[in-house]
């Protein structure tokens, strides 16, 4: 599966108080997050994101709470894979289990740049950076994880039997 | 080769003799945690995946903690989602308001996390009870999910960095002190994925409050758990509370860390985490002058009775700086009961803080103190990422209880010694 848009960029260290700040948390309605996504971080993030584009964080993304609600704001905000250097271990599983694709590799983050068009083969791992014409290869994920994320989470993989 | 004390608690856990760092597991669960915030969530994807009953009553605790007593329609919703649940599920563990308090203050208190078990939690600083020898981890609400279904968690194996505690600690210098201080050394991704195992002779002067502050804030610095050897100081804590028998498991001699570091507890400072990351600390003595307008003192990570006296003795006699205000949470109800009892509430009263009833809602700038922008808060919680208390533009300094009480007598960051005198 291929994944292509526009590089949205942010720095080290992206916690999940500014991926979806706390006084929010009242919600778990996916839409509503959304609509809050980054706006600590980004007010003007929610205007401009595009459905499919592309997150790239630094080292340690999503670090801090176990809040679901983070990688389900991102998701819902229309990214279609973050690539980051690191992702905090929480935020890593949650991402998997709710279908949020996720990619760790260093080099893609830190060349890519702002606004780049981005795609990325999720089945290889190969990076490319369509505007400055680079490939970075990253580790795939194993086929079953692949399945998790492609079915929208652990549950609905649970569902369709691809997981019991 | 041998095992971390984390290994062997998963290996037990999975029914096997051993296992290595980066092997993927499947574990029995001893308990599964959630609070008002992730447990909704939760819920939903308990009742999608088709799941009917959860897998134990008495293994399954909701915490109503967050944003409870409710502090607005929507919270008051989902702790109704939460209470529903519960009563349907006939969970024998539902804290509501009454009985709730900081889950990772209450579950040890209640003797419902005891050595040796495997907890997840859907709250990040589940990694608390570590301090009791358990391994301990927070995880998403999906998760929680399918614990609640299943009774089990897949785990890949982590490695560990070992931390090898010697001397003891000087007066005014707490658990919060040495857990920032190891923040400050290896970073706030300095432990990712893997566990933090504390060992060494140090230990043993380390009060089951320090270990668990210590451990609590180990997902500061990214680790998957944090871990304490069980000794006779844990196990006269679990003594008539424990809900079953408590499990020792030991690392072996030959086991593998990824790093060792070596603590000595003697040497350390009252320390302060400036904004806006757990890792910026500095010693007391390198803070400068830094005004403040709020102090909290309370959270999972400082909001037990023996730091609630601590601050109460810096506290006693005197009063609170003009334009500080002060707000402290005892993290249960029988420590705030305690805390009346003993006369410590008189003390913050009369000094000039408010005492509030258990909740978490100023740590993440839910309610009970949120942040105006540019305003600075001393704080015993366990983050400072930017808006995390309030404003994006206002600022959080994490400390221990007893730099926080000094801070609120002065006015500004200040550390014990100086109201001491």
Known sequence: ?164 | MGMTMSQKILAYHAGLDSVEAGQLVLCRLDRVLGNDITSPVAIREFKKMGAEKVFDRDKVTLVMDHFAPNKDIKAAIQCQTCRNFSAEQELSGFFDVGTMGIEHALLPEQGLAVSGDLIIGADSHTCTYGALGAFSTGVGSTDMAFGMASGKAWFKVPSAIKFELTGSLPKYVSGKDVILSIIGKIGVDGALYRSMEFCGEGVRSLSIEDRLTICNMAIEAGAKNGIFPVDEVTLAFEEGRAKHEPMIFEADADASYDEVYTVDLSSLRPTVAFPHLPENTRSIDDVGEIKIDQVVIGSCTNGLYKDLEEAAKILKGRKIAKGVRAIVIPATPSIYLKCVEQGLVKTFIESGCIVSTPTCGPCLGGYMGVLAAGERCVSTTNRNFVGRMGDTKSEVYLASPAVAAASAVMGRIAGPEEVML
Do not use: W
Request: hydrophobic share 40%; glycine share 10%.
């Open chain 1, 1 to 164: 599966m291929i994944k292509e848009g526009n590089a949205i960029k942010f720095g080290d260290n992206i916690d999940t108080d500014v991926i979806i700040p706390a006084r929010y948390l009242n919600t778990s309605d996916p839409k509503e997050l959304a609509s809050h996504c980054m706006e600590d971080i980004d007010r003007s993030f929610t205007g401009r994101v595009n459905e499919g584009d592309i997150m790239i964080g630094g080292e340690n993304f999503g670090c801090g709470s176990s809040r679901e609600h983070a990688p389900i704001a991102i998701k819902e905000s229309g990214i279609s894979i973050v690539i980051a250097k690191s992702f905090a271990r929480i935020f890593y599983r949650n991402s998997i289990n709710i279908g949020l694709a996720i990619v760790e590799c260093p080099l893609a983050a830190e060349e890519i740049c702002e606004g780049d068009r981005v795609s990325v083969d999720m089945d290889s791992g190969v990076i490319t950076d369509l505007t400055s014409g680079k490939s970075y290869s990253a580790e795939p994920f194993p086929p079953f994880i692949q399945e998790i994320i492609t079915a929208g989470g652990l549950v609905e993989a649970m569902k369709k039997g691809i997981i019991r």
